[in-house]
């Protein structure tokens, strides 16, 4: 049964990813906004909707390890898998002002992060509620420098016309619908996912940074796909680090609001956290290969991409073989 309902959350996901795109460009020229800007914004905030909901859930259950391993492991699996999809098949040119607002919010509170968990090796509310302010922040700044000089007239066009009024309308209630549906076709598959992960013995120490975690990024994935196929690659980059922003202040923020949790010592490396030595700085890592290429020359190459491959397939292999079977 649970393969049977893992089958139909693929087809709701890539279906409802398909109108989430469509609706989300569709708005996004409709206002003159960038690709990257509804990509880091919009499509970001409906494609975390899995990961704040499995994190949220999983820290008011007490399940601190999952929520702690979510946020990381789909960063990783965003940028190391999803992202470098998009690398590997669609690479070409960004546009380097509109990258810089996420990339440098992403950054920001990565290094907050960071201080959270090696000074207190724990996410309180305090923390949470500072996570979550950047997120505020970081939408009201996004809308104030990225809407175009010209859109008052543009509105004025639209109040006048009734059509574009119902166009609009129509393309907002399929963005909430389809970010409905990939949110629920998300949780069935990470919910039979893990039964079965359960079922063939793979700890649960793993599941938080890897099944779930590639669960929750799914969204991100089919999104990705369709991007490169309807040709909106950058829209695909956009969303990928907005996903990791949100991922940082939104789910991690809301989680510990909700939910204070430690930080899983499921493993230790000569006395210290792994998580602090090896998934803390690989998020920093995959992020850096991402970003540096197109923030200095504009564009993407195919090499970031495979590079980003064998990252991923090494820490899985880590994951594993290391945690898994300590």
Same mark, same amino acid.
């Given at each position: 049964m649970e393969f049977v309902l893992i089958i139909i959350g693929f087809v709701l996901l890539i279906k409802s990813s398909d109108f989430f795109v469509d609706a989300a460009t569709d708005i996004?020229?409709?206002?003159?906004?960038?690709?990257?800007?509804?990509g880091a914004t919009i499509v970001s905030i409906g494609t975390t909707l899995p990961?704040?909901?499995?994190?949220?859930?999983?820290?008011?259950?007490?399940?601190?390890?999952?929520?702690?391993?979510? !946020?990381?492991? $789909?960063? /990783?699996?965003? +940028?190391?898998?999803?992202?470098? &999809?998009? =690398?590997?098949f669609a690479p070409g040119s960004v546009n380097k002002k509109s990258l810089k607002i996420p990339v440098t919010f992403f950054f920001v509170s990565?290094?907050?992060?960071?201080?959270?968990?090696?000074?207190?090796?724990?996410?309180?509310?305090?923390?949470?509620?500072?996570?979550?302010?950047?997120?505020?922040?970081y939408v009201c700044y996004v809308i104030k420098t990225n809407i175009k000089e010209d859109v008052k007239e543009h509105e004025n066009n639209i109040e006048k016309n009734d059509d574009n009024n119902f166009l609009v309308l129509k393309s907002v209630l399929i963005l909430v619908g389809s970010a409905i549906v990939i949110a629920i076709a998300s949780n069935m598959l990470v919910d039979n996912g893990t039964l079965?992960?359960?079922?063939?013995? !793979?700890?649960? $120490?793993? /599941?938080?940074? +890897?099944?779930?975690?590639?669960? &929750?990024? =799914?969204?991100?994935?089919?999104?990705?796909?369709?991007?490169i196929i309807k040709g909106h690659?950058?829209?695909?980059?956009?969303?990928?680090?907005?996903?990791?922003?949100?991922?940082?202040?939104?789910?991690?923020?809301?989680?510990?609001?909700?939910?204070?949790f430690e930080l899983p010592t499921s493993k230790m490396i000569n006395g210290i956290n792994s998580s602090l030595i090896v998934d803390i700085p690989l998020v920093l890592i995959v992020m850096l290969i991402l970003c540096l290429p197109p923030l200095f020359e504009g564009k993407t190459k195919r090499w970031q991409g495979i590079l980003l491959y064998i990252i991923y397939g090494l820490f899985l292999i880590y994951q594993l073989k290391f945690i898994g079977n300590p």
């Open positions: 996004a020229k409709f206002f003159n906004i960038s690709e990257i800007v509804i990961e704040t909901m499995v994190s949220v859930t999983s820290a008011i259950k007490g399940h601190g390890d999952i929520a702690y391993g979510n !946020v990381l492991g $789909s960063i /990783i699996c965003n +940028t190391a898998l999803i992202a470098a &999809t998009t =690398l590997v990565y290094f907050l992060y960071v201080i959270f968990a090696v000074l207190f090796n724990r996410f309180d509310r305090i923390s949470g509620f500072i996570l979550f302010s950047i997120f505020i922040i079965i992960a359960r079922r063939y013995g !793979v700890p649960e $120490s793993v /599941i938080g940074l +890897t099944l779930i975690a590639f669960g &929750t990024s =799914l969204p991100e994935f089919s999104t990705a796909i369709t991007s690659k950058n829209l695909s980059i956009g969303n990928v680090i907005g996903a990791n922003f949100l991922n940082i202040v939104n789910v991690t923020g809301l989680a510990a609001i909700f939910s204070p």
